[in-house]
C-alpha cells in the first residue's frame, strides 16, 4: 500500500480533504505521518484524532535552511513516503530536498498558476481586478510555485469580494482539487511530458466552480 507524508504549517485543512475523501472512498493508502514546521500547528491535532503519527521539527531549532531541510528530508525517509503532499507549508524548500523527492512532491497553491505565484493571492487577485481566481496543484521543481501543474480549480471573483471572502471560496476548491490530484498521484495516471502533466486515461485538469 504506498504511503502518503503531509507537511504542513497551519491549520491543515487541505490534509483534512485528503485523509477525509480517503476515508469515504476506501482508498488502500497510508497516511504515515504528518510533519510541521512548528509544534503549534492546528493540523497535527486532527492528525493524531485520526491515529496519524504527528511530528513537528522546529524550524527555529535549525540555523540553516539546509539543516532543517536535512532532518525533514531524514524524517521523511525514515516514514518510507512514496508521495510527499505540501498542504499550507509555508517555508520554502533547498534545492537539495526538492531534486531528492523529485516526481513524488506535489503542492497546493492558491492561485491559477502561472498567475500570482507567491503570497497574498487573494489580495493580489483582486487589486489586478481579474473576474476568475482559483488553485492549482502542481508537482514541485526548483522554482517557487512552477513545475507541472496536475489540476486547477476556478472560482469567480464576485462584486464585494474582499480577500477573506475570496479566500475562503478558493479554499472550497482546494478541498476538491487536492483529493483528486493525490488519487491520480496513487493510481499511477499521471505522466510528466516536459513541463506538462497528462492523465491517464484523460480527465479534465480543470474544475469550474
Ligand atoms: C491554502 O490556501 C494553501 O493553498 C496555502 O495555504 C493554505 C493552507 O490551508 N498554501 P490549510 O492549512 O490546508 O488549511
Known sequence: MPSIVTLISGRGSNFEAIVKTAQNEGWPVNFAGVIANHSAAKGLDFARSQG???????????????????????????????????????????????????GRLINIHPALLPAFPGLHTHERALEAGVVEHGASVHFVTEGVDEGPIICQASVPVLPGDDADSLAARVLAAEHQIYPRAVKWFLDGRLRIVGNQVQVQPPESQLIKL
Open 52 to 102: 496519524i503519527p504527528a511530528f513537528a521539527i522546529e524550524h527555529r531549532e535549525h540555523a540553516t535552511r539546509e539543516s532543517f531541510d536535512a532532518a525533514l528530508m531524514q524524517k521523511i525517509d525514515e516514514l518510507g513516503a512514496d508521495l510527499v503532499v505540501l498542504a499550507g507549508f509555508m517555508r520554502i524548500l533547498t534545492p537539495g530536498f526538492i531534486r531528492h523527492f523529485e
